[in-house]
């Protein structure tokens, strides 16, 4: 009658571990596709931001002096830092241990500043002496 008793304790015992054996592997790989897939979608969202401003700067500049647009944009968690540099601006983004610089490119001069807190900000672009100014617009 103990033998019984034993012999499903051992099954169950069995079952179990080889549960666990098979949902272990499973459970990180999901971590990691997951993780691959947020920096995705944070890389993406930086991306549509740089395209957005690119787009209002170019559309001010061409405009001329004193034209100006105001932008609403998005920005994810993992922003860092954001450079302008003359034809040239970049956004850092850290992603756990990965660090990922976006940057675009235009024959227009850059000069601004905004701050990497994320969310939804206004931008204030504005044609200044041949120049394209972009700041934040405090909310």
């Known amino acids: 009658m103990y033998t019984k008793k034993s012999q499903v304790s051992m099954e169950y ?3 179990t571990a080889f549960s666990l054996l098979v949902a272990i592997p499973l459970i990180v790989l999901f971590f990691q596709y ?3 897939y947020n920096d995705e979608v ?6 549509k931001v740089m395209d957005e401003i690119l787009n209002a700067a170019e559309t001010v500049y061409y405009l001329g002096e004193p034209s100006q647009k105001t932008i609403t944009v998005y920005f994810p968690k993992d922003i860092k830092e954001v450079l302008f540099n003359y034809g040239y601006f970049s956004f850092t983004v850290y992603r756990g241990d990965n660090i990922y610089t976006i940057y675009r490119t235009s024959h227009i001069n ?3 500043n905004i701050t990497t ?3 939804a900000k206004n931008l204030k672009i ?4 041949n120049t394209v100014l972009i700041t934040g617009i405090s909310t």
């Open 126 to 129: 504005r044609a200044v002496n």
């Open 34 to 36: 997951s993780q691959k």
């Open 13 to 15: 015992i069995l079952i």
């Open 117 to 119: 807190t994320p969310g």
């Open 42 to 47: 944070t890389l993406n969202q930086a991306n």
């Open 110 to 112: 850059f000069t601004g």
